[in-house]
């Protein structure tokens, strides 16, 4: 009787937690909706992939660029945490179905699922971020062009490594990057930074290391102190929470460490020269704006450094205004045309 | 072979075995006293979360690891309490805990600090280096700049195996793993021992959260952990439930992924090195160790006679 009494506890305790850790999603959502004064009455739904809204990078900057939207132009936002790849169609199918008026899907990973799901509610309109979809008149796709910004840190890091006149840099012409999986998201900006290295310390070699992991810590820093201890005293870190372990292990180490996605400045702001910025907020947010406005555009919508779609978060203020200038000129040539990013990584 | 001469190496391969020997020896302490505790994963997240939170909160790293080791001990209070007193399944319960674990981290992470992640600002326990044995050549790498929480778990790892094998206390603790009536029957108190060795596993593996998240770093993440409670269940068996084998195989753990860091920077294939901790595993089990023998009443709920 009393084991009978136990197993069902037992079974009562599990299904508990398990109950409680979908819920989750439905109060994280809640926690978000701020029902700004709406005259539009527009709503906009926002589905993230797995990372999460605290993944220190995409999903975290749609949802800052959606906040804006409530803010400025008085959309009404929603919230929902895919838990697993499973759920990313019935979150999807649960905005639509409530007519919600534009529904963001956040990341590569998305793309079947918004396929699927877009057809069926031709009232609704979507927007995925990273993934290009053609040929669905309301789906548009946000790419960015990041090896642009990709080029740029690594064009600063050649100069700085070339010049040696900031504290802490060896003599040793290395630098680091750290990426997070071997995927065209995060080798984009690798392949940047290699090409804007090239252009500026042709001799720099440039140590290229995966985690396989975006949310692994302690890794990143183990991966960041091994490149460190090769001599790379320069990191550019691609990988997420994994970067962040990096940052933080360039820090230990008195060396350097670039940003991604985000202005990361605020992580370690003497060790951070600068970020490698992936404008998801604006675009988001621009999105938004053309969907309120009937201007809305189906296909593939390119943010690049023309129209501050990717660029440079904050500079150290330890690197010279030389470099700066030169850096600015870099980014003058790359908007001209004069100087075209290839987004593919050399192995 | 430059790398293997590279003293990060191994001064990586200590540092990626405290997070798995910590919670390995935490389950071994569980186990010998009969308690199956799958339960490590989620407990070090709690140790790993609410380390960063005190630590934060006190403005002192080490009142922050206090603070985590507690919240990890009192989650396998919770534990304990269901499987030895309510006899419930303990798989099913280590599971139930891992699940509630990494939910509840990650709800409070968003709704304490915000989606914008712990604060840069919070204090990270100091690194040390051992002045004498830090100078030995190859060694030496052991001892240079590792976090404290390091050199506290080779003191752990001793005072461990001398506490299970030599102490009174921890024959105590292993009879009521092997055989729990004739222990009851000399009058051993088998509840109160399998509390203790399930509690005193919770502290050690919330150690070891403590030291992902303030020992390395200054702040937690999502699901930090990336499955090291698991791993350290593997070291467990594999240390055939004694707190050296468990830091041995931990150690081999730790090699393997360092190793894996190394060998990419000289061109070898990122997802193949990936592979390389596991390969060790299943090679070292088939071959290696020979039989791993758990204790007998391991997992076996015990009701006190009157």
């Known amino acids: 009787m009393k084991k009978h009494l136990a197993a069902t506890i037992a079974a009562a305790i599990t299904l508990g937690t398990l109950v409680a850790g979908c819920g989750n999603t439905g109060t994280n959502s809640a926690g978000n909706t701020t029902g700004a004064a709406s005259k539009t009455n527009f709503k906009v739904g926002l589905v993230t992939d797995t990372g999460g809204l605290n993944d220190h990078g995409f999903n975290y900057l749609a949802d800052q660029g959606l906040v804006q939207a409530e803010k400025q132009l008085g959309v009404t936002g929603s919230v929902v945490q895919s838990q697993d790849a499973n759920s990313y169609v019935p979150n999807l199918q649960r905005f639509a179905s409530q007519g919600y008026n534009l529904v963001i899907a956040v990341g590569f990973l998305m793309e079947d699922a918004v396929k699927q799901v877009a057809p069926q509610y031709p009232n609704t309109k979507f927007l995925i971020i990273d993934d290009p979809i053609t040929g669905i008149s309301n789906v548009t796709s946000a790419m960015f062009k990041t090896e642009q910004c990709g080029y740029l840190v690594g064009a600063m890091a050649g100069l700085l490594e070339k010049q040696n006149k900031l504290p802490g840099l060896n003599s040793q012409n290395i630098l680091g990057v750290v990426g997070g999986q071997n995927i065209p998201p995060v080798t984009s900006y690798i392949a940047g930074f290699q090409q804007g290295v090239q252009k500026t310390d042709p001799g720099a070699k440039v140590e290229v290391t995966f985690a396989n992991s975006f949310s692994d810590q302690a890794l990143g820093s183990q991966i960041a102190q091994q490149e460190i201890s090769d001599g790379a005293d320069i990191l550019f870190q691609v990988a997420g929470g994994t970067g962040i372990g990096v940052i933080n292990a360039a820090k230990s180490k008195h060396v350097y460490a670039i940003g991604v996605d985000a202005d990361q400045a605020y992580l370690a702001k003497d060790t951070v020269l600068t970020s490698a910025t992936k404008g998801v907020d604006t675009a988001t947010f621009d999105v938004i704006q053309q969907a309120v406005n009937n201007q809305w555009k189906s296909g593939i919508q390119y943010f690049d450094l023309k129209n501050n779609g990717v660029g440079l978060g904050s500079i150290n203020a330890n690197v010279p205004s030389d470099v700066k200038q030169q850096v600015d000129a870099l980014a003058q040539q790359i908007k001209d045309g004069t100087i075209t990013v290839s987004a593919n990584m050399q192995q | ?306």
């Open chain 2, 1 to 306: 072979m430059s790398i293997l001469t590279n003293p990060q190496l191994w001064a990586s391969t200590l540092a990626m075995a405290v997070p798995l020997a910590l919670p390995a020896i935490g389950g071994t302490f569980s186990e010998r006293t009969g308690v199956v505790n799958i339960a490590m994963e989620g407990i070090m997240l709690m140790g790993a979360f609410f380390g960063v939170s005190f630590a934060y909160w006190t403005h002192s790293a080490w009142l922050g690891a206090i603070g985590g080791m507690l919240m990890g001990g009192l989650l396998s209070a919770v534990f304990a309490w269901a499987a030895i007193r309510l006899a419930a399944d303990q798989v099913v319960l280590g599971m139930a805990i891992n699940i509630f674990a990494a939910g509840l981290t990650t709800f409070l992470l968003d709704t304490v600090f915000g989606y914008g992640g712990t604060p840069p600002d919070t204090p990270q326990l100091p690194t040390w280096s051992i002045p004498g044995l830090s100078h030995i050549p190859f060694v030496g790498a052991f001892f240079t700049n590792q976090s404290v929480l390091v050199y506290i778990m080779l003191i752990l790892v001793g005072l461990s195996h001398w506490f299970l094998f030599h102490t009174r206390l921890g024959l105590r603790m292993r009879a009521v793993g092997e055989n729990p009536l004739a222990a009851d029957t000399a009058g051993l108190n088998v509840w109160r021992l399998r509390y203790t060795g399930v509690i005193i596993g919770g502290l050690l593996s919330a150690l070891g959260g403590v030291y992902l998240s303030l020992g390395i770093l200054n702040s937690f993440d999502v699901n930090m952990t990336n499955g090291r409670g698991y791993i350290a269940l593997a070291a467990m068996i594999f240390g055939k439930w004694t707190p050296l084998g468990s830091f041995g195989a931990s150690l081999l753990f730790g090699f393997a992924t360092a190793l894996g860091i190394a060998l990419q920077g000289n061109g070898i294939s990122a997802n193949l090195l990936g592979m390389l901790p596991y390969v060790l595993t299943i090679l070292a089990l088939a071959g290696l160790v020979g039989r791993s023998k758990p204790p007998a009443a391991d997992g076996i709920p015990y009701t006190p006679q009157r």
